[in-house]
């Protein structure tokens, strides 16, 4: 490094290409249960976990050890030539950990790569099952699985989406379970959205021998701002793929890996998917790691066929990051930390519950330690913000600057206006520190509306 690293780093003073290229990023230097420290020793109680990765907490010593003596033996081999045994070991961990039958994973770095993986296994399946017209899509709007072209195109994100338009593939969408936004406000057993009816009829109408896969959130992530569906919602999904054969791939890349109160936000339903994803939470942000675990019903097909499946990355299956999973995994375990996200998470939501009084929080949703608040104009016809007051953008500055992480969403409730912030604290939080989140929601909420007055 040639400059001195100043506390406040900003394009073009850096040679980093920021996320942002209008503002300043305080320098984090060292991180401690919830907290973030920067280099002027000022800290930020993290609530949403970054990126709702950090699990376990900044800090964790035993998962840095487990990493560097990984490193240290052996930190990579090729996939396609070796085995290793951190990725032996976290597979067979997460076996135990998924419903039955779900026990072949394949680990990849981001959770779009996990996303990828599966459409595109989908599809050979279908293939290689003698099938090949079966090749469309259907997935949820809103809805996210991320920033490559592929997972884009199943992300119903317009303002995402439109640059690439003419490079995206063609994905159906269904509305999603979204209760607070769904005209029948989730009170309709019947409605097609909130229900599932819209899936069976998308099928039928495109024909269900074209139509390979569905992917969805079993908890919306950030684009539904943690909208939870019905008990029922996704037990009719699952009969409705097993009537017309369609594959159902859960993405749990931000809701998984304990985040909802349990190890896979679809085990309160009780159905399996096809394919099971996970990233983000499944090392606590010690390495990048995500992981596509598929059926053996479905990979046997590949087995007896072509033999691989056609999806591969140079770091696939990485010694190091398998043993940050492994390390993860058991530290969760031996702390018993999903059941404390389970418990926590209720005081979480009792003490969000508060911020309703507030004229503009329209709605406080979600379960475990995943929580969504979302912000309009008027509360009695849930009437957005204008979109030119980026209400949710200058609520996580004033949050940034009065000391509380948040993760902002937007466009939810049209496409382009709409308000949210996700709230997902470490599973370490005290009650405290839950305290402390909603003392300083409410300081930032106040400054956000005289800002945008
Ligand atoms: N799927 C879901 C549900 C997500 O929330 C995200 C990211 O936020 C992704 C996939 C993509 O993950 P990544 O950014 O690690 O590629």
């Known amino acids: 490094m040639t400059k001195s690293i100043k506390s406040e780093c900003r394009y073009p003073d850096s040679s980093v290409l920021y996320r942002r290229l209008k503002r300043s990023f305080p320098l984090i230097v060292r991180g401690e249960g919830c907290w973030l420290y920067d280099d002027t020793g000022r800290r930020y109680l993290d609530a949403c976990s970054g990126a709702l990765v950090c699990n376990l907490g900044h800090g964790v010593s035993e998962i840095a050890k487990a990493m560097g003596e990984q490193a240290g033996r052996i930190a990579y081999v090729n996939g396609t030539a070796f085995t290793n045994e951190p990725v032996e070991a976290l597979a067979a961990e997460l076996a135990g950990l998924c419903p039955k039958g779900l026990n072949k994973t394949l680990f990849m770095c981001n959770g779009g790569d996990a996303v990828e993986a599966a459409l595109k296994i989908s599809i050979q399946y279908w293939v290689e099952s003698g099938k090949p017209l079966k090749r469309k899509i259907i997935a949820l709007n ?11 195109s199943a992300s119903a994100r317009p303002h995402y989406r439109a640059m690439f338009k003419d490079w995206l ?11 607070y936004r769904c005209a029948c406000r989730g009170e309709k057993k019947d409605c097609p959205a909130c229900g599932a009816g819209a899936l069976e009829e998308v099928i039928r109408r495109e024909g ?4 390979a896969a569905f992917i969805a959130e079993p908890v919306g992530g950030s684009s539904t701002g943690a909208s939870v569906p019905g008990n029922d919602y996704f037990r009719n999904v699952r009969s409705i793929c097993d009537r ?29 998917p096809d394919f099971l994803l996970f990233g983000k939470g499944i090392t606590g942000g010690y390495a990048p790691l995500s992981a596509m675990v598929a059926s053996e019903r479905i990979v046997d097909v590949l087995a007896r066929g072509s033999g691989a499946p056609l999806h591969n990355q140079t770091f696939s299956q990485h010694p190091v990051s398998c043993a940050a999973g492994l390390a993860a995994l058991r530290y969760l375990k031996t702390h018993a930390l999903i059941e404390r996200c389970a418990r926590m998470g209720r005081l979480l939501h009792e003490s969000l519950q508060k911020l309703l009084e507030h004229p503009h929080v329209g709605d406080v949703r979600g379960r475990g330690l995943f929580a969504g608040v979302e912000f309009v104009k008027d509360k009695s016809t849930r009437t957005p913000f204008p979109r030119r007051l980026r209400l949710a953008e200058t609520f996580t500055e004033a949050a940034q600057a009065a000391g509380l992480v948040v993760w902002p969403n937007t466009g939810q409730a049209n496409g382009t206006d709409g308000d949210l912030v996700m709230i997902g604290p470490p599973f370490v939080i005290t009650e405290d520190e839950i305290s402390e989140i909603v003392r300083l929601f409410r300081i930032a909420l106040e400054t956000t509306i005289e800002t945008i007055k």
Do not use: K, Q
Not at 142 to 152: I, K, Q, S, V
Not at 245 to 267: H, P
């Open 142 to 152: 809103p809805g996210y699985h991320g920033n490559t072209l592929l997972a884009m």
């Open 169 to 179: 593939v063609d994905v159906r969408t269904i509305p999603a379970p979204y209760a």
């Open 208 to 211: 269900p021998d074209t139509v």
């Open 244 to 272: 017309y054969g369609v594959l159902f791939i859960a993405d749990e890349v931000m809701v998984g890996a304990g985040r909802t109160g349990t190890w896979s936000a679809l085990e309160p339903c009780g159905v399996a």
